[in-house]
């Protein structure tokens, strides 16, 4: 089974500008999870889609923001690049059940850097 | 508000000894504590898992150690070898949020010949 897959693995961009990320999650999985990663803050959850829907959502600004497809494939779009966004952008999936205990599976992220 | 901390922020180990990390949750409705290895250049990749109904897990040479009274959980890591050398965060999430996961600050481990 193919794992989580995100494109692209690098990103530059300037501040002020815009950028997608892409998330394929495992075949049969319908959550998809953002997480970034910093050295500072550490990981810190941004939100989840299930069956299209946002499901949860963490402490970020609107210009952080999300999709899925039917096909639970998932995008995330950020707005305004502010320097502070550089980051490893983490994506997870998970069948999406409410079982607190259901394992999450994380792509190798996107590293996008904000000059 | 940091909900989980985790120390020690780094750890250097001996090829065959013992790692331990420790980490204190301060949300009661956490009821899954996960432990996730990163190696440069990969996302998190989980290791091994707790729920607090029971004080002990072992898989392997890995072992959770939960004190729900405390509100703290262990990770211990028996022989280490150099190949366990990677970052280490543990976790936490509340019943319905799975994916919504709370993660320590991270140990970066090395394991010395």
């Known amino acids: 089974k193919a794992g989580v897959t995100q494109t692209p693995r690098y990103l530059i961009k300037t501040r002020g500008q815009q950028v997608t990320l892409s998330c394929s999650p495992i075949?049969?999985?319908?959550?998809v999870s953002w997480y970034q990663q910093t050295p500072g803050q550490g990981l810190q959850f941004l939100f989840e889609?299930?069956?299209?829907?946002?499901?949860n959502k963490g402490n970020f600004p609107g210009r952080f923001s999300g999709r899925q497809f039917s096909n639970s494939r998932s995008e995330m779009n950020v707005s305004t690049l502010e320097l502070g966004d550089s980051a490893l952008y983490l994506c997870?999936?998970?069948?999406?059940?409410?079982?607190?205990?259901?394992?999450?599976?994380f792509g190798s992220g996107t590293q996008l850097s904000v000059l | 508000q940091q909900q989980v901390k985790q120390s020690p922020q780094s750890l250097i180990v001996q090829k065959g000894g013992i790692s331990i990390i420790n980490c204190a949750y301060e949300?009661?409705?956490?009821?899954?504590f996960p432990w996730y290895q990163q190696f440069p250049g990969k996302g998190p990749a989980l290791l091994i898992a707790?729920?607090?109904?029971?004080s002990e897990k072992k898989e392997g040479r890995f072992t959770i150690s939960f004190n729900k009274s405390a509100k703290q959980f262990s990770l211990h890591i028996m022989d280490s070898q150099p190949g366990d050398s990677a970052t280490y965060f543990c976790?936490?999430?509340?019943?319905?949020?799975?994916?919504?996961?709370?993660f320590g600050t991270g140990t970066r481990l090395q394991v010395t010949l």
């Open positions: 997870a999936s998970s069948y999406g059940t409410v079982l607190s205990n259901e394992k999450l599976f």
């Open positions: 075949s049969g999985h319908r959550s």
């Open positions: 889609y299930f069956s299209e829907t946002q499901r």
């Open positions: 707790i729920r607090p109904d029971v």
């Open positions: 976790a936490a999430s509340a019943r319905g949020t799975a994916s919504k996961l709370t």
């Open positions: 949300n009661t409705a956490f009821d899954y």
